[in-house]
């Protein structure tokens, strides 16, 4: 059998053992743990970035792309310096450096986006990568320190290799199902970075080598200090979203829910008739219009928010019956808790997908169905299509209506693709919204922001909407017929199989949302 060469000047048998540098227990719970915090970053990555950037397929795929990055830097760098320096030492520095560094996330990035927001995609990608290289950097490592022999290289690769998978399962399920939904997010970075550094001083003291640990340690504390001082904090931290209540100094009873920087809905707890954000007054016109006064209705809600509407509709139509669709149960209980909503009134709000939960409503129940779900500033996509759209119209009945709010802006792509894919469903369709933003002034400039578009399969009285508009003193106007159709233009249908919602929109201003 021909030598291979050994760490030493003598030749050794293939197969020959040499001294273990780490027990395989040992080896699996590095690897193991190494990439389930890879992914734990990860994903609280994406919701630390989503009040800034927003919560869209670009957001996600940037931070993916950082991830998946931080592992092929950090496991080419790793390989290639355990075979130059004594593995055993580079494993503290690893863990304990990666862990400071979480640690910090969370202040670093909000007082980024606070006081120099452009920069913050470049801290956010440091904060990533550096964590995420050093923590992949741990696999090739303890392989290099398991590889006693040549004839066990296969068998020790392999097992590792599942191990790192197995841990990033872990903990890709254990952030998005247990701790995102228990724990604040600045919480579970602070948590995780408080292992890491203790992992890394355990290694320390193992290989009696780097020392940085007491240092790191500190580190660690003035990032959980700083995260209780850091601007963009929560009120509170749900499965989706980072959520306050702001009470508005002009008006004692009233509140704003604000969802990842953006203001979502506006609730007056003791005058659920007061509607201050135009869209919503915009959809209390066409509804108002469509059927009779203080007429109860049986009504279907895609979203909920502050259940600005579903109110709206208690209070001023006796007797209607509200289903409400809101994916977030933290977004439901600060409305029980701190928007004033009880029990009965017609309301009944489960937490589910929209989508769905209008799987679950029954072939033509529903006088109305309301549109008013949102992933920061886009309508989620799967709500947007047109097999979404026939379940709509399957729920209504003959005279039901659907009525959905939209924001977009720049040249409307995304606007006009929705309310073609409307057109393909519904045999009549409308939008209220700006003039200049739905073809009504083309000698303006289109600024954008909210548009509401109603659908039917009979005709929608326009003037009597229109008139519901004005006395509301919205300044919107209603765009129909051969208007809606050039302002439509050649805008795509969006369907299951092709729905580019997140492509179509516009870079926005988040102060001129709703």
Same mark, same amino acid.
């Given at each position: $059998?021909?030598?291979?060469?050994?760490?030493?000047?003598?030749?050794?048998?293939?197969?020959?053992?040499?001294? &273990?540098?780490?027990?395989?227990?040992?080896?699996?719970?590095?690897?193991?743990?190494?990439?389930?915090?890879?992914?734990?970053?990860?994903?609280?990555?994406?919701?630390?970035?989503?009040?800034?950037?927003?919560? @869209?397929?670009?957001?996600?795929?940037?931070?993916?792309?950082?991830?998946?990055?931080?592992?092929?830097?950090?496991?080419?760098?790793?390989?290639?310096?355990?075979?130059?320096?004594?593995?055993?030492?580079?494993?503290?520095?690893?863990?304990?450096?990666?862990?400071?560094? /979480? #640690?910090?996330?969370?202040?670093?990035?909000?007082? !980024?986006?606070?006081?120099?927001?452009?920069?913050?995609?470049?801290?956010?990608?440091?904060?990533?990568? *550096?964590?995420?290289?050093?923590?992949?950097?741990?696999?090739?490592?303890? %392989?290099?320190?398991?590889?006693?022999?040549?004839?066990?290289?296969?068998?020790?690769?392999?097992?590792?290799?599942?191990?790192?998978?197995?841990? #990033?399962?872990?903990? @890709?399920?254990?952030?998005?199902?247990?701790?995102?939904?228990?724990?604040? /997010?600045?919480?579970?970075?602070?948590?995780?970075? %408080?292992?890491?550094?203790?992992?890394?001083?355990?290694?320390?003291?193992?290989?009696?080598?780097? !020392?940085?640990?007491?240092?790191?340690?500190?580190?660690?504390?003035?990032?959980?200090?700083?995260?209780?001082?850091?601007?963009? #904090?929560?009120?509170?931290? %749900?499965?989706?979203?980072?959520?306050? /209540?702001?009470?508005?100094?002009?008006?004692?009873?009233?509140?704003?829910? *604000?969802?990842?920087?953006?203001?979502?809905?506006?609730?007056? !707890?003791?005058?659920?008739?007061?509607?201050?954000?135009?869209?919503?007054? #915009?959809?209390?016109? *066409?509804?108002?219009?469509?059927?009779?006064?203080?007429?109860?209705?049986?009504?279907?809600?895609?979203?909920?928010?502050?259940?600005?509407?579903?109110?709206?509709?208690?209070?001023?139509?006796?007797?209607?019956?509200?289903?409400?669709?809101?994916?977030?149960?933290?977004?439901?209980?600060?409305?029980?808790?701190?928007?004033?909503?009880?029990?009965?009134?017609?309301?009944?709000?489960? /937490?589910?997908?929209?989508?769905?939960?209008?799987?679950?409503?029954?072939?033509?129940?529903?006088?109305?169905?309301?549109?008013?779900?949102?992933?920061?500033?886009?309508?989620?996509?799967?709500?947007?299509?047109?097999?979404? $759209?026939?379940? *709509?119209?399957?729920?209504?009945?003959?005279?039901?209506?659907?009525?959905?709010?939209?924001?977009?802006?720049?040249?409307?792509?995304?606007?006009?693709?929705?309310?073609? %894919?409307?057109?393909?469903?519904?045999?009549?369709?409308?939008?209220?919204?700006?003039?200049?933003?739905?073809?009504?002034?083309?000698?303006?400039?289109?600024?954008?922001?909210?548009?509401?578009?109603?659908?039917?399969?009979?005709?929608?009285?326009?003037?009597?909407?229109?008139?519901?508009?004005?006395?509301?003193?919205?300044?919107? &106007?209603?765009?129909?017929?051969?208007?809606?159709?050039?302002?439509?233009?050649?805008? &795509?249908?969006?369907?299951?199989?092709?729905?580019?919602?997140? &492509?179509?929109?516009?870079?926005?201003?988040?102060?001129?949302?709703?």
């Amino acid at each position: $059998m021909s030598p291979v060469t050994g760490t030493s000047s003598s030749p050794v048998a293939e197969g020959t053992p040499r001294r &273990q540098g780490l027990g395989p227990r040992a080896a699996a719970v590095l690897v193991f743990g190494s990439s389930a915090a890879v992914l734990v970053v990860e994903i609280v990555a994406l919701r630390l970035l989503a009040p800034y950037l927003g919560l @869209t397929l670009e957001t996600s795929t940037m931070v993916i792309g950082i991830a998946l990055s931080a592992i092929a830097v950090g496991s080419w760098l790793g390989g290639r310096i355990a075979d130059q320096v004594d593995p055993r030492r580079l494993i503290g520095p690893s863990l304990g450096v990666s862990g400071a560094v /979480v #640690a910090l996330t969370p202040a670093v990035l909000r007082t !980024t986006a606070e006081w120099a927001a452009p920069l913050l995609l470049l801290i956010a990608a440091g904060t990533i990568l *550096v964590p995420g290289a050093l923590l992949s950097a741990v696999t090739p490592i303890v %392989t290099k320190l398991r590889l006693t022999s040549l004839a066990e290289t296969g068998t020790v690769v392999g097992r590792l290799s599942g191990v790192g998978t197995v841990g #990033a399962i872990v903990g @890709t399920v254990l952030t998005g199902f247990v701790l995102v939904s228990r724990l604040p /997010v600045s919480g579970i970075l602070i948590g995780l970075g %408080t292992l890491l550094v203790v992992g890394g001083g355990l290694a320390e003291w193992r290989t009696r080598g780097w !020392t940085g640990t007491p240092a790191l340690t500190l580190v660690v504390v003035a990032g959980g200090l700083a995260t209780t001082v850091a601007p963009g #904090a929560c009120d509170t931290e %749900t499965k989706y979203h980072c959520a306050r /209540v702001v009470a508005d100094p002009d008006r004692d009873s009233g509140r704003t829910l *604000v969802l990842d920087g953006l203001r979502h809905s506006y609730v007056d !707890t003791d005058d659920p008739t007061f509607l201050e954000f135009e869209y919503v007054r #915009a959809i209390a016109s *066409v509804v108002d219009a469509a059927f009779p006064e203080r007429e109860p209705l049986t009504a279907h809600h895609l979203g909920g928010g502050g259940l600005t509407f579903p109110r709206y509709l208690a209070a001023t139509r006796p007797g209607t019956r509200s289903l409400v669709s809101e994916i977030d149960g933290g977004v439901v209980r600060i409305n029980r808790e701190q928007l004033g909503l009880r029990p009965g009134g017609g309301i009944d709000v489960r /937490v589910e997908d929209g989508r769905l939960g209008l799987r679950r409503v029954d072939d033509g129940s529903r006088d109305l169905v309301v549109g008013d779900a949102f992933g920061g500033v886009s309508v989620p996509w799967h709500l947007t299509t047109v097999e979404a $759209m026939r379940d *709509v119209r399957r729920v209504l009945g003959e005279d039901g209506l659907y009525v959905a709010n939209l924001i977009d802006h720049g040249a409307m792509a995304f606007a006009r693709a929705e309310v073609a %894919t409307l057109s393909e469903t519904f045999d009549h369709v409308a939008v209220l919204g700006e003039p200049a933003d739905i073809g009504l002034d083309p000698t303006a400039t289109s600024a954008g922001g909210n548009l509401v578009v109603v659908a039917a399969d009979r005709p929608i009285d326009v003037r009597a909407t229109q008139e519901a508009l004005d006395t509301r003193r919205t300044g919107w &106007q209603i765009a129909t017929g051969e208007v809606l159709t050039s302002w439509i233009g050649d805008a &795509q249908l969006l369907t299951d199989d092709y729905a580019p919602v997140d &492509q179509l929109l516009q870079p926005y201003s988040p102060q001129s949302i709703r």
